[in-house]
């Protein structure tokens, strides 16, 4: 051993012992002859017995730090009588060795990293552990101060020796989890046949050593591994959407096979009350059967769509307005629309002027006289007329020539204006079919709505379909600077009539003559300042491709329906005496 450390053959600890310094066990000055604990040999007491001691036995009490007087720990009986060291058993020194091995580790890093402590006291280093000193890994340097731990005896008992010690491991840092006493019900706590088995373990533990530990209901299986707690609440979960799984599958299951295989929904019979629908051009069966079911005629799409496809003359509905009944069966109202009766539309022929569609309007919807004429004038801004419409101040009809010929949808009960409207989108639509712009262009023409004017006074003046396209060909003649025969008058009779509101093929050379109005084209040159009627697509693509033979006259030889060209002033001259002929003039 070094010179400061007792071996087997030491001595206990004496209240003499020079080891302690200037102070003795009962806090009394030492004796000027007692050596000091530095430089001094130990001293031996034969008279004692000796007892074997290890490395750890400095921690029995505090020594003096460079001079200063050192306190020796009191150790107490249970009668409260004081105990010197050399009555100590082995055991009580091993347990004060166990409680100051943490200071002395503290210390023993300080005085490796300081090397010299600041008061030129070199550090001490450390002893090497002994391979079989049970305390290997605590610092034994001489010459560390530890704190008086027990200064105060009643403070706390005597530290349990290191042998019946037992350390427990931290527990689990888990989320906070309640258990059936925090409000938690027995189910959802986890109890189980994992828990059961877990009470069996071979060291004893149950489920409550688990749980002591911080644990959530965590077993072990035979592998080692972590064995998960049923949970309550996953397997509800699991049990919902298993169930509305199959009720979801379910559900579609029934909806394929009744689209497949049932029968649609119907009603049974002829219906009851009355009831207006009205279709859409171009509507196919199912878009049919949805406005049916929507005004309760049919009791589903389905249904409709059978009957149609059963009855031989079914794909023949054509689109308007049609009298039906609530509660129809299928069947009857495919036989109902299929009847002529049961159709209510308004049919607007080709070249029919606005003045005869109101009328006939109004006799439809059964509203007064002059209703849907002064809505016309009032509202037509919100029709949705195209943005070239009304280019001239002088039009006497904003609608002239965008009420579309066709067959519309008009029954009693109806508004006025949802008529027109179907009529003008009607019409834009045809017309935006056609690039309107660049064909006014290639005509010579100002603007989109001449070319409407062009084909309204093709559909006023042609008696014949054939007649269209040499009837635009005397329109675009006329209007040339270089006619030299009407002077760019167009002198049609149905201009004149149009103002009037009449329809006289004998008017009056002073009648005519004297009137100066814009849609006068006797006594104004040009166009009118718009559309005089509705043309039909015939007229319109007779205007947008006229002949190119070079008439620039005519006349309706027998005062009905022949119409005949010329060229010359001669030659209408001619037709003019047959005119006459015809007419007993």
Same mark, same amino acid.
């Given at each position: 051993?070094?010179?400061?450390?007792?071996?087997?053959?030491?001595?206990?600890?004496?209240?003499?012992?020079?080891?302690?310094?200037?102070?003795?066990?009962?806090?009394?000055?030492?004796?000027?002859? *007692? %050596?000091?604990?530095?430089?001094?040999?130990? !001293?031996? @007491?034969?008279? +004692?017995? /000796? =007892?074997? &001691? $290890?490395? #750890?036995?400095?921690?029995?009490?505090?020594?003096?730090?460079?001079?200063?007087?050192?306190?020796?720990?009191?150790?107490?009986?249970?009668?409260?009588?004081?105990?010197?060291?050399?009555?100590?058993?082995?055991?009580? *020194? %091993?347990?004060?060795?166990?409680?100051?091995? !943490?200071? @002395?580790?503290? +210390?023993? /890093? =300080?005085? &490796? $990293?300081? #090397?010299?402590?600041?008061?030129?006291?070199?550090?001490?280093?450390?002893?090497?552990?002994?391979?079989?000193?049970?305390?290997?890994?605590?610092?034994?340097?001489?010459?560390?101060?530890?704190?008086?731990?027990?200064?105060?005896?009643?403070?706390?008992?005597?530290?349990?020796?290191?042998?019946?010690?037992?350390?427990?491991?931290?527990?689990?840092?888990?989320?906070?989890?309640?258990?059936?006493?925090?409000?938690?019900?027995?189910?959802?706590?986890?109890?189980?046949?994992?828990?059961?088995?877990?009470?069996?373990?071979?060291?004893?533990?149950?489920?409550?050593?688990?749980?002591?530990?911080?644990?959530?209901?965590?077993?072990?299986?035979?592998?080692?591994?972590?064995?998960?707690?049923?949970?309550?609440?996953?397997?509800?979960?699991?049990?919902?959407?298993?169930?509305?799984?199959?009720?979801?599958?379910?559900?579609?299951?029934?909806?394929?096979?009744?689209?497949?295989?049932?029968?649609?929904?119907?009603?049974?019979?002829?219906?009851?009350?009355?009831?207006?629908?009205?279709?859409?051009?171009?509507?196919?069966?199912?878009?049919?059967?949805?406005?049916?079911?929507?005004?309760?005629?049919?009791?589903?799409?389905?249904?409709?769509?059978?009957?149609?496809?059963?009855?031989?003359?079914?794909?023949?509905?054509?689109?308007?307005?049609?009298?039906?009944?609530?509660?129809?069966?299928?069947?009857?109202?495919?036989?109902?629309?299929?009847?002529?009766?049961?159709?209510?539309?308004?049919?607007?022929?080709?070249?029919?002027?606005?003045?005869?569609?109101?009328?006939?309007?109004?006799?439809?919807?059964?509203?007064?006289?002059?209703?849907?004429?002064?809505?016309?004038?009032?509202?037509?801004?919100?029709?949705?007329?195209?943005?070239?419409?009304?280019?001239?101040?002088?039009?006497?009809?904003?609608?002239?020539?965008?009420?579309?010929?066709?067959?519309?949808?008009?029954?009693?009960?109806?508004?006025?204006?949802?008529?027109?409207?179907?009529?003008?989108?009607?019409?834009?639509?045809?017309?935006?079919?056609?690039?309107?712009?660049?064909?006014?262009?290639?005509?010579?023409?100002?603007?989109?709505?001449?070319?409407?004017?062009?084909?309204?006074?093709?559909?006023?003046?042609?008696?014949?379909?054939?007649?269209?396209?040499?009837?635009?060909?005397?329109?675009?003649?006329?209007?040339?600077?270089?006619?030299?025969?009407?002077?760019?008058?167009?002198?049609?009779?149905?201009?004149?009539?149009?103002?009037?509101?009449?329809?006289?093929?004998?008017?009056?050379?002073?009648?005519?003559?004297?009137?100066?109005?814009?849609?006068?084209?006797?006594?104004?040159?040009?166009?009118?300042?718009?559309?005089?009627?509705?043309?039909?697509?015939?007229?319109?693509?007779?205007?947008?491709?006229?002949?190119?033979?070079?008439?620039?006259?005519?006349?309706?030889?027998?005062?009905?329906?022949?119409?005949?060209?010329?060229?010359?002033?001669?030659?209408?001259?001619?037709?003019?005496?047959?005119?006459?002929?015809?007419?007993?003039?």
């Amino acid at each position: 051993m070094t010179e400061y450390g007792r071996g087997p053959g030491s001595e206990p600890w004496h209240p003499e012992d020079p080891l302690f310094g200037d102070v003795g066990w009962e806090g009394q000055q030492a004796q000027p002859g *007692q %050596q000091s604990s530095y430089g001094g040999q130990p !001293q031996h @007491y034969p008279e +004692q017995p /000796q =007892q074997p &001691q $290890q490395y #750890g036995d400095w921690g029995h009490g505090q020594q003096a730090d460079y001079g200063q007087a050192q306190q020796q720990y009191q150790v107490y009986d249970e009668q409260g009588n004081p105990q010197y060291p050399d009555q100590q058993q082995w055991a009580d *020194q %091993q347990q004060y060795a166990d409680q100051s091995h !943490q200071q @002395y580790a503290g +210390q023993e /890093q =300080q005085y &490796q $990293q300081g #090397g010299w402590d600041g008061t030129g006291v070199p550090g001490q280093v450390p002893y090497v552990a002994d391979p079989v000193d049970p305390y290997g890994q605590q610092a034994a340097a001489y010459g560390e101060q530890q704190p008086d731990f027990y200064g105060t005896p009643e403070a706390y008992p005597p530290p349990e020796p290191p042998s019946r010690r037992r350390t427990e491991p931290e527990p689990e840092k888990t989320d906070w989890d309640p258990g059936p006493d925090q409000g938690e019900h027995a189910f959802f706590a986890g109890g189980g046949d994992d828990d059961d088995e877990a009470d069996d373990e071979p060291d004893g533990r149950g489920r409550g050593d688990r749980r002591g530990k911080g644990g959530k209901g965590k077993g072990k299986d035979k592998g080692g591994k972590e064995r998960k707690r049923r949970n309550g609440c996953a397997c509800l979960v699991v049990v919902m959407v298993f169930g509305g799984g199959l009720a979801t599958v379910g559900y579609f299951g029934y909806q394929f096979y009744q689209n497949r295989f049932g029968t649609a929904p119907d009603y049974a019979g002829d219906g009851t009350g009355s009831v207006s629908v009205s279709i859409p051009k171009g509507a196919g069966g199912y878009t049919i059967g949805q406005e049916l079911k929507k005004q309760g005629v049919v009791k589903s799409v389905d249904a409709f769509v059978a009957a149609q496809s059963q009855n031989p003359d079914g794909k023949k509905i054509q689109a308007g307005v049609f009298l039906l009944k609530k509660e129809m069966s299928a069947a009857s109202a495919v036989k109902l629309m299929l009847d002529p009766k049961s159709q209510d539309n308004l049919i607007v022929p080709t070249g029919w002027r606005n003045s005869k569609i109101y009328a006939a309007i109004d006799k439809k919807l059964q509203v007064s006289d002059g209703t849907t004429k002064a809505i016309a004038k009032k509202d037509y801004k919100s029709f949705g007329l195209p943005s070239w419409a009304n280019s001239n101040k002088d039009i006497k009809d904003p609608l002239e020539g965008f009420l579309y010929p066709g067959t519309y949808g008009a029954a009693k009960g109806m508004n006025p204006e949802t008529v027109l409207k179907q009529m003008v989108a009607q019409a834009s639509d045809k017309y935006g079919a056609i690039d309107l712009e660049a064909k006014a262009k290639a005509l010579n023409l100002e603007d989109p709505l001449q070319v409407i004017t062009v084909a309204s006074l093709v559909q006023a003046e042609g008696k014949t379909h054939d007649d269209f396209r040499k009837m635009a060909e005397v329109v675009y003649n006329r209007l040339k600077t270089t006619n030299t025969e009407t002077n760019r008058y167009l002198q049609f009779d149905s201009t004149f009539n149009y103002l009037k509101g009449q329809s006289n093929i004998r008017i009056s050379e002073s009648e005519i003559n004297s009137n100066k109005d814009p849609y006068n084209t006797y006594t104004q040159k040009g166009l009118p300042p718009g559309p005089i009627d509705n043309p039909g697509d015939e007229a319109l693509a007779a205007a947008l491709n006229p002949t190119h033979d070079g008439w620039i006259y005519f006349v309706a030889t027998d005062g009905e329906n022949k119409t005949e060209f010329a060229k010359t002033y001669a030659e209408f001259q001619a037709l003019k005496e047959k005119f006459n002929d015809s007419s007993g003039n």
